[in-house]
């Protein structure tokens, strides 16, 4: 299995632009986590899907944060309009249960809103 | 209540010496303890998890002690090497509280 696949790896963004991060989870895994992660704020844990529909988004920080799980091997994080603060790495992550098994993580996409 | 902290913030051993990371917990229903190990420009990967039901477990030259009374846990790496040098995020988590919660991180170098 290849694991988690995010894109774009890199995004460089002006403030207002909309931004969407992509992610492919481990076929097979009912659970999808979507992680922000910054000096400041460490490995936070924005929102989490189950079978595609969205369980969790306490941590999803404002309504310019969006995402959805259109099928079991694709997600989408949006965020619109984008601001400096959100500059941060987006970890994708997937598991087969949600919060006692191993959590695989994606290589991340860093974003960078000017 | 949903707080890890998670000590120290970076930590320098020298090779062959034992490296020792510590995180506390406040909330009694989480009900598993993962340690993550995270290389630069990569995802954190799963290093060595623990359940409350034993007080220590060694995998290699990682292991993780446990103490539910005292709502804390530590990883240890011994005979540390400079390919252990990464960031180490402890975790706490559970089905009945809902809830995954990273410590702050810390960042280990391992001098050869």
């Known amino acids: 299995d290849a694991g988690v696949i995010q894109s774009p790896r890199h995004e460089v963004t002006e403030m207002g632009q909309e931004v969407t991060l992509r992610c492919k989870p481990i076929s097979g895994h009912d659970y999808l986590f979507w992680y922000r992660q910054t000096m400041m704020r460490g490995l936070e844990l924005l929102i989490y899907f189950n079978n595609n529909v969205p369980i969790d988004d306490s941590g999803m920080p404002e309504d310019r944060f969006s995402a959805k799980m259109p099928n079991a091997s694709f997600s989408t994080l949006k965020i619109q309009p984008s601001e400096p603060r959100d500059s941060a790495v987006y970890f994708c992550?997937?598991?087969?249960?949600?919060?006692?098994?191993?959590?695989?993580f994606g290589p991340g996409t860093r974003l960078t809103v000017l | 209540q949903q707080q890890v902290k998670q000590s120290p913030q970076s930590l320098i051993v020298q090779k062959g010496g034992i490296s020792i990371i510590n995180c506390a917990y406040e909330?009694?229903?989480?009900?598993?303890f993962p340690w993550y190990q995270q290389f630069p420009g990569k995802g954190p990967a799963l290093l060595i998890a623990?359940?409350?039901?034993?007080s220590e477990k060694k995998e290699g030259r990682f292991t993780i002690s446990f103490n539910k009374s005292a709502k804390q846990f530590s990883l240890h790496i011994m005979d540390s090497q400079p390919g252990d040098s990464a960031t180490y995020f402890c975790a706490a988590s559970g089905s009945s509280a809902s809830k995954i919660i990273f410590g702050s991180g810390t960042r280990l170098s391992i001098r050869p």
């Open positions: 909330n009694t229903a989480f009900d598993y």
């Open positions: 623990i359940r409350p039901d034993v």
């Open positions: 992550a997937s598991s087969l249960i949600p919060y006692t098994d191993t959590q695989y």
